[in-house]
């Protein structure tokens, strides 16, 4: 069955980055939309950063700038660089996966904690 594993959470002082990877197993996942979004303790979820099959990507103003989506269609693995991070990017990371004709993610990980203190 399709699965998606984020691991690369942790906690990270103000200023710090960290990576976070997703390895999605079940199919090939090179043709779909990949992303990232984020819930924070008591906020709404946040689509932070996605990234198509050509490559194109899209990021929230909040992490413009800081934050950079990849992927490793070889690998079936999608990545999110996390730099200058602050207080605010404390959340769950969660990835996330659809096919290019479904219009919402519909795989989901399990969630990664990202804490940065300061």
């Known amino acids: 069955q399709v699965q998606l594993v984020e691991s690369g959470g942790g906690l990270v002082q103000v200023g710090g980055s960290l990576r976070l990877s997703c390895a999605a197993s079940?199919?090939?996942?090179?043709?779909?939309?990949m992303g990232w979004y984020r819930q924070a303790s008591g906020k709404e979820r946040e689509l932070v950063a996605t990234?198509?099959?050509?490559?194109?990507?899209y990021y929230a103003d909040s992490v413009k700038g800081r934050f950079t989506i990849s992927r490793d269609n070889v690998k079936n693995t999608v990545y999110l660089e996390m730099n200058t991070l602050k207080p605010e990017d404390t959340a769950v990371y969660y990835c996330?996966?659809?096919?290019?004709?479904?219009?919402?993610?519909?795989?989901w990980g399990q969630g990664t904690q990202v804490t940065v203190s300061s």
């Open positions: 990234i198509d099959s050509g490559g194109s990507t």
């Open positions: 079940g199919r090939t996942f090179s043709s779909d939309f």
């Open positions: 996330v996966a659809r096919r290019s004709y479904v219009n919402y993610y519909n795989y």
